[in-house]
T-cell receptor
């Protein structure tokens, strides 16, 4: 069974700092990987989707990379802002059944 | 702005009562998922449908949970009888896919916060 791990579980940084969130998965036979943001009491919002044939995706200050062979993905946030404070989750989809396996998330706090 | 709509947002009920949660997927999306989120377990997949047909409900306790899609605009998740351990946030998500073999983004609803006393 696919297992997704996110480290660290929590991260606190000062505003303006660049930061990296990590996601690792045990089975490299994935179809795609998504990064989500979850605000307290809210649902998940998809940030970036990387197909298995891609190496990275960018949206504004966010850049996500994917290395299938090593079972890793990173989410890079440039020039962090207090509004970026949220929990960030990654999820991988397997090839056959479209199941999404979620990590437990990294809770990010950006201090003003 | 297309979004997944879930009702109710909050539900408090007593043990043994029936609970029904509803989801309206984004118009045109043909795949619908039900997830449960708890602090201990994180996000767990309960069931999912494609083109209204159930593809996998192995994550769901069969004796008390049931999921259906009466039509393309409505998905339901029922718990009967409910138990305190069912207390969690239940999310519905929808997706268009696959499109030419490529799977698309997953869109989540705001969830139903369920408390079983």
């Amino acid at each position: 069974k696919q297992e997704v791990t996110q480290i660290p579980a929590a991260l606190s940084v000062p505003e303006g700092e660049n930061l990296v969130l990590n996601c690792s998965f045990t089975d490299s036979a994935i179809y795609n990987l998504q990064w989500f943001r979850q605000d307290p009491g809210k649902g998940l919002t998809s940030l970036l989707l990387i197909q298995s044939s891609q190496r990275e995706q960018t949206s504004g200050r966010l850049n996500a990379s994917l290395d299938k062979s090593s079972g890793r993905s990173t989410l890079y946030i440039a020039a962090s802002q207090p509004g970026d404070s949220a929990t960030y989750l990654c999820a991988v989809s397997d090839d056959n059944f479209n199941k999404f396996y979620f990590g437990s998330g990294t809770k990010l706090n950006v201090k003003p | 702005d297309a979004r997944v709509t879930q009702t109710p947002r909050h539900k408090v009920t007593e043990m043994g009562q029936e609970v029904t949660m509803r989801c309206q997927p984004i118009l045109g999306h043909n795949t619908v998922f039900w997830y449960r989120q708890t602090m201990m377990q994180g996000l767990e997949l309960l069931a999912y449908f494609r083109n209204r047909a159930p593809l996998d409900d192995s994550g769901m306790p069969k004796d008390r949970f049931s999921a259906e899609m009466p039509d393309a605009t409505l998905a339901t998740l029922k718990i009967q009888p409910s138990e305190p351990r069912d207390s969690a946030v239940y999310f519905c998500a929808s997706q268009l896919g696959p499109v030419g073999g490529r799977k698309e983004k997953l869109f989540f609803g705001s969830g139903t916060q369920l408390s079983v006393l």
